[in-house]
């Protein structure tokens, strides 16, 4: 499974996309710009963006609190998204979600959870549905080591096991649960061992390798649209932030994220690896890092610019009705 | 016209709407086993895909049928007693009541959530004999639908079915043997619309569920002492004021009986509504009859301490008048 040289020179880009885009919204955020909450990703660009790769365009994507990579590695556009953050109509939830419940129904992405582990059990009900219409997609659901603590985990994964459910759980372990470091959450010291308790393959890969990543869920996602079942995949990345943008992670050993930020920073270990492949000059490398910014630039300046919602939106399709 | 039992008449529901629509499936623990029995028969003419038993996870259960409601399906879940769904209160509370609203209409969620609740036949005691409707009526975002007899029930719970929101579906345990006359032809309810289920002038008696049987046995029973006009909401969302506005501001007196916990219940709700628009029109202050504010013993007479009676009703109407 080879994968092309344009093909990398993409993923390398989303992820800079990803990088470039949660380091302004933390900065954003810090500066008071923002309400609300809003959880970044820095550090786990490769899940999202080498999962996502391995997904055909008519899966279906669970995304969660710490989702805006999923969804800027899946299409959805960043000023939408930025929008969003600013509670404009122009957001991706026309200002009734803020950066935790993001959506893109076109684009498969389901409403992200704001509750750790909220849509482990909805992915696998998206593989049922799956399974009935025998439509030949596959769900896959993203999640943090957190979220393998809650009941809802332990359901979801012996239902899906148990049906043979065409879903992939993509575990983001990225070391904290909030502010509590792992091994204070759980005595597994691999969470894919959990796997074999549900009766399906589980397999844990280097969360900063992109390559890896888009490998091993290719593999999960042909099972799964197989009809082989669903698999557990444990990615393991350092958050390389605090738990939410106003978290400066003070609850942190002294020098531990600058110890992963120079050894495991996924967008620097993809940038020097293709750089040594020669699949990327350094002023390609830089081209597209500038590029990221402007993006991200005039996302911000499309959010600012952008109305706020109309008041009655406020109690707009609460239900599904004719008259909303 | 035939008199089928309650159970029959959903049973019957289920198996016209997944003949015609086959989005519809049902799914729960040892449904096609054990138990209530309102999905007996159905594996054999729809098999396994769409009939399902299910691991005992009320989490996963509910939230695979938000999940597959996302996706088009139209599943009509059971849970074995409501006192269980507590253990899935998150993914109804924080995920079904709020896709719609989070994706501004983009997503609908036919979803049918099948639940018996309140006492047994005595001894369910405080973790099978649960009434929990009115938690789920402060839920935005939720319907609610609880039908008192077999017609109700067939015609709501294929309206339920077929609506594009998610719908908790109360069915108490009393009713299920229940009879009733149910038409051959197709038919539904339309939500929100109350059924006078006997006129009366004097007094106003809405009851909900199984207290609906009360009210009405009580209603027959002091027809020389009392008019009372027997008012079922069938929805508690949504509610149908305007019938029940219309019926107090006729006869200035109302009780409100339902299984609830009394403080907090639904019963407040109903007279809040009807004080807003009808406090001029009011002889008398309303009243409400519920549980009261204990847990649900297990001994018998203990339980009928607890819970709304015939008696306690009979009593409350006559010293209302």
């Known amino acids: ?324 | 016209m035939a008199e089928p039992m309650y159970v029959e008449a959903l049973r019957d529901a289920l198996r016209e709407e997944m003949r015609k629509d086959s989005a519809v499936f049902v799914m729960g623990e040892d449904i096609t086993r054990y138990g209530i029995g309102v999905c007996k028969g159905l594996i054999e003419e729809f098999g396994p895909e769409r009939v399902r038993n299910t691991p005992i996870s009320e989490g996963a259960i509910i939230g695979a049928a938000i999940g597959a409601a996302l996706r088009g399906m139209k599943p009509v879940v059971e849970i074995m007693y409501v006192d269980f769904i507590l253990i899935g209160m998150d993914q109804i509370v924080n995920q079904a009541a709020k896709t719609i609203y989070l994706s501004h209409g983009e997503l609908d969620l036919s979803l049918t959530i099948r639940v018996p609740e309140g006492t047994e036949w005595h001894g369910g005691g405080c973790q099978h004999s649960q009434t929990f409707h009115s938690l789920f009526v402060n839920i935005p975002g939720l319907k609610i639908v609880i039908p008192s007899n077999p017609y109700d029930a067939k015609g709501l719970l294929k309206t339920a079915i077929q609506d594009k929101n998610p719908v908790l579906f109360f069915e108490h345990k009393q009713l299920y043997t229940q009879k009733g006359e149910v038409p051959k032809d197709e038919y539904t309810i339309p939500f929100g619309k109350a059924a006078i289920k006997r006129e009366g002038k004097d007094i106003t008696l809405i009851a909900t569920s199984w207290m609906v049987r009360h009210a009405l046995d009580v209603a027959e029973e002091l027809k020389n002492k009392v008019s009372i006009e027997v008012i079922d909401p069938r929805t508690l969302v949504p509610l149908d004021k305007h019938t029940i506005i219309k019926s107090v501001e006729k006869t200035g007196r109302v009780l409100v009986v339902d299984e609830s916990p009394i403080t907090g219940g639904v019963q407040g709700e109903i007279i809040s509504a009807i004080l807003e628009e009808a406090f001029w029109n009011m002889e008398i202050p309303p009243r409400r009859l519920g549980a009261k504010n204990t847990p649900i013993p297990f001994n018998a007479r203990l339980e009928e301490e607890v819970i709304p009676t015939k008696e306690k009703i009979i009593k409350c109407i006559l010293e209302m008048i």
């Open chain 1, 1 to 324: 499974m080879s994968i092309s040289k344009e093909k990398k020179v993409k993923m390398f880009k989303d992820m800079v996309r990803i990088r470039e885009f949660e380091d302004r919204a933390q900065q954003i955020y810090r500066e008071g710009e923002l309400d609300g909450h809003l959880q970044t990703c820095q550090g786990q660009e490769a899940i999202a963006v080498g999962a996502i790769r391995a997904l055909s365009e008519k899966d279906i994507i669970f995304s969660n609190h710490r989702g805006h990579g999923h969804y800027l590695a899946r299409g959805t556009p960043a000023k939408k998204i930025m929008a969003e953050f600013y509670g404009k109509a122009t957001g991706t939830n026309r200002g009734k979600s803020g950066g935790m419940y993001l959506v893109d129904v076109k684009r498969g992405m389901m409403i992200a959870s704001g509750i750790v582990g909220g849509n482990i059990c909805l992915a696998t009900g998206s593989a049922l549905a799956s399974q009935i219409k025998k439509d030949k997609i596959v769900t896959l659901s993203f999640f943090g080591d957190g979220a393998t603590n809650i009941g809802f985990f332990h359901e979801a994964l012996n239902m899906a096991a148990l049906w043979d459910l065409p879903v992939v759980f993509v575990c983001e372990n990225n070391q904290y649960a909030e502010g509590t470091k792992r091994e204070e959450h759980q005595k597994v010291g691999k969470i894919s061992d959990r796997a074999i308790g549900y009766g399906m393959p589980g397999v844990t890969v280097d969360g900063t390798d992109v390559v890896k990543v888009y490998e091993t869920v290719r593999i999960a996602v042909e099972r799964a649209r197989r009809g082989d079942g669903p698999t557990l995949m444990e990615c393991v990345v350092y958050r390389l932030v605090g738990h939410s943008a106003g978290d400066l992670g003070a609850y942190r050993p002294k020098g531990e994220e600058e110890e992963w930020r120079k050894t495991y920073d996924p967008v620097k270990i993809f940038r020097t690896k293709l750089l040594t492949e020669g699949i990327l000059s350094q002023a390609e490398a830089e081209r597209i890092i500038k590029e990221a910014q402007e993006e991200v630039e005039e996302a911000v300046q499309f959010a600012k610019e952008s109305k706020e919602p109309p008041i009655e939106v406020a109690c707009q399709y609460v239900y599904q009705e004719a008259d909303n």
